[in-house]
């Protein structure tokens, strides 16, 4: 497998354009960096500024918030190709990775996804599997495969999990200490599950997620806190405008404008299914009303019937009783008239 070797450290497609063309005429007015002092670390741009060119900060930003042994942290990195190639050029945008090998052969699959989307399990596995196989040419052993970890930062929240830190490992389900190693995952949900002040956690992660969740165009001083480390400190300067050139900063506006206009269609189509749902919703509740309604008429007609059925029954039997004692009444004055006479 190539390597690139760093320094070691220490409706349809027609109800679809006319969204897009909506989203572009009331888009958020483009950005105005001339009075912005840090950009956004998770755009592509700055990501791979921070995490694909400065291997100390990956080293210590993975050994943060990975679940790596203590004794098994990494050192040094090597940084592998990007094989993730998205399949259309707004997903180009919205899917970022960075890839790497460190001191003991396993790799770290690092991706930054703006918009959480139902392949992406899927997606993040495969890439997975695909990097544990490619390790091995044919006829080596077995025992030379080594881990390999995926860290998926999402902008969205995916799971009904109150939880933002979701770690997954191939366990077995009845204990679930038993582990078959090879592929981990861990996916972090940078959105308002993400509260520092409510989570007692390990706090150089917590730094971390912080400065990727926080920093943005409106930031003009960085936290103390996170001025007090040294590789968050150096992270926030590889996103200050000043280290960009125009033609990378006119980049970093197209990334930014091509992730709102995704949001805007999304949103837009979010709230179309969710009107064509309540709509059908009200035609299939007016539909089960209507057959509600017919089933309870029939019901009541049927009960009615049978009552008045029972009350003409009832009456009949009375008539039938009270002709017969008349008859008998009028036979007996009969046999005392003829006895009278």
């Known amino acids: 497998m190539t390597k690139n070797k760093t320094n070691k450290?220490?409706?349809?497609?027609?109800?679809?354009?006319?969204?897009?063309?909506?989203?572009?005429?009331?888009?958020?007015?483009?950005?105005?960096?001339?009075?912005?002092?840090?950009l956004d670390p998770k755009v592509d741009l700055t990501f791979r500024r921070i995490f694909g060119e400065h291997p100390d900060l990956?080293?210590?930003?993975?050994?943060?918030?990975?679940?790596?042994p203590p004794d098994r942290l990494i050192v040094e990195i090597d940084y592998l190709p990007s094989e993730l190639m998205p399949s259309t050029p707004e997903k180009k945008y919205s899917i970022v990775d960075v890839r790497c090998i460190d001191n003991y052969k396993r790799q770290f699959i690092i991706e930054m996804q703006v918009f959480w989307n139902s392949d992406f399990y899927n997606r993040i596995v495969f890439n997975a599997?695909?990097?544990?196989?490619?390790?091995?040419?044919?006829?080596?052993?077995?025992?030379?495969?080594?881990?390999?970890?995926t860290l998926a930062l999402i902008n969205e929240n995916f799971?009904?999990?109150e939880n933002y830190y979701h770690h997954y490992q191939?366990?077995?389900?009845?204990?679930?200490?038993?582990?078959?190693?090879?592929?981990?995952?861990?996916?972090?949900?940078?959105?308002?599950k993400f509260n520092p002040e409510t989570i007692n956690d390990r706090k150089l992660m917590l730094l971390w997620l912080r400065f990727l969740k926080e920093t943005n165009e409106k930031m003009f001083v960085l936290p103390s806190e996170m001025q007090a480390n040294e590789h968050i400190c150096k992270a926030a300067e590889?996103?200050?405008?000043?280290?960009?050139?125009?033609?990378?900063?006119?980049?970093?506006?197209?990334?930014?404008?091509?992730?709102?206009?995704?949001?805007?269609?999304?949103?837009?189509?979010r709230?179309?299914?969710?009107?064509?749902?309540?709509?059908?919703?009200?035609?299939?509740?007016?539909?089960?009303?209507?057959?509600?309604?017919?089933?309870?008429?029939?019901?009541?007609?049927?009960?009615?019937?049978?009552?008045?059925?029972?009350?003409l029954e009832t009456t009949q039997s009375q008539l039938e009783a009270a002709i017969k004692l008349a008859n008998e009444q009028a036979a007996r004055i009969a046999e005392i008239e003829r006895l009278m006479k």
Do not use: W
């Not at 210590?60 to 790596?68: E, I």
């Not at 599997?129 to 970890?149: C, M, N, R, T, W």
């Not at 280290?243 to 091509?258: F, I, M």
């Open 9 to 38: 450290a220490s409706p349809k497609a027609k109800g679809t354009r006319k969204k897009v063309a909506k989203a572009k005429t009331n888009r958020v007015p483009a950005l105005n960096l001339a009075n912005v002092r840090y």
């Open 58 to 68: 990956l080293i210590n930003f993975l050994n943060a918030v990975m679940p790596l």
């Open 170 to 192: 191939i366990v077995n389900r009845e204990d679930i200490n038993e582990v078959i190693p090879g592929l981990e995952f861990v996916l972090i949900e940078l959105t308002d």
């Open 129 to 149: 599997g695909k990097a544990y196989v490619k390790q091995l040419d044919i006829g080596d052993e077995y025992s030379l495969l080594q881990p390999v970890y």
């Open 238 to 269: 590889l996103c200050e405008r000043a280290a960009y050139t125009p033609e990378e900063l006119l980049k970093y506006e197209a990334s930014k404008e091509h992730i709102r206009i995704e949001r805007a269609v999304r949103e837009g189509t």
């Open 271 to 311: 709230r179309d299914a969710l009107a064509e749902g309540e709509a059908i919703g009200i035609e299939i509740g007016k539909a089960e009303g209507e057959a509600i309604g017919i089933e309870k008429g029939k019901a009541e007609g049927e009960a009615e019937r049978v009552e008045l059925k029972t009350q």
């Open 159 to 161: 799971s009904k999990s």
